[in-house]
């Protein structure tokens, strides 16, 4: 019998975030395969002179594969050491994680994203901020324009600004973090849609939208409904899935200028109780179909 893992945060064991974990775990025993839950504290890592070695605090065997359900890229590396297939992959996790390199890598296979600069790394602690490179750095975009850092949830790291004091402001708070200078795409303001993609298939679609904040996210309270992608945005979102090499994820599309879909970001770590609620698709099952056509193949 084919045996395999969930891997969660242990300090993110909330409702929200275990719910895909046990999705994952009832589809698995509909198609007759063992699937735990496992913390990733319940996990000791050790690096050895024998080499790589991953012990279950309750001893339990090492499984057939896993869902990684967290951001503990270390973790992942470590599973992907010992040979066990791993999805998301530790680097699709972390490409991810990291919106900077999440860009980098959509841009490299030439996708339609808004027009990105990143901003210079500063070590924190700098004693005098010269701030007139970031002024030159705003000077490929109009107002408003968005920043975004590179690592963040639910939205709550991206700002709108609006004029040179707003932005100067900002970078002054955020100087010494990754983080991206962004065309904003005004037609957009306020909606998006969610894509949740599975193996070379969509599986569901949402759209999101809020009268009251630039940003989408349900997290910050926008309204959710059903929604039927378009084959143009279907095959942007597969191939902005295949370009961080994700096996799952939820791909976040916003309308351009023309209608035309631009992909806002990709999350490997997407929550699905809202496309469980407004589609009814269960999304577990097209993942455990995909890796185990991909393990028994």
Known sequence: MMNG????????AGDAFLQ???QVKKTGKQKNIKIELVANNHLRNKLTNDGILLEHIKGWELPSFVIFHDKD??????????GIPVYNS?????????????????????????????????FANTSALDLEPFIQLAESFSYPFVIKEGFGSFGEQVYLVHNEKEYMEKVKQIYDRPFVLQEFIES???KDIRIFVAGDMVAAALQRSSATDFRA????GSNVEKYEATLQEAELALKAAKAVGASYCGVDLLFGRDGEPVVCEVNTNAHVANILKHTGVNVAEPILEHIISEITQ
């Open 188 to 190: 957009s303001y306020g």
């Open 90 to 122: 530790a680097q699709s996790v972390e490409l991810c994680d990291n919106k900077v390199l999440m860009y980098q890598q959509l841009a490299k296979n030439q996708l339609n994203i808004p027009q990105t600069v990143i901003a210079p790394k500063i």
């Open 73 to 82: 890229i270390a973790l992942a590396r470590q599973l992907e050491l010992l």
């Open 5 to 12: 893992w969930v891997i969660y945060n242990g300090h993110l």
């Open 217 to 220: 996210n349900v997290h910050l």
């Open 20 to 22: 895909f974990p046990e």
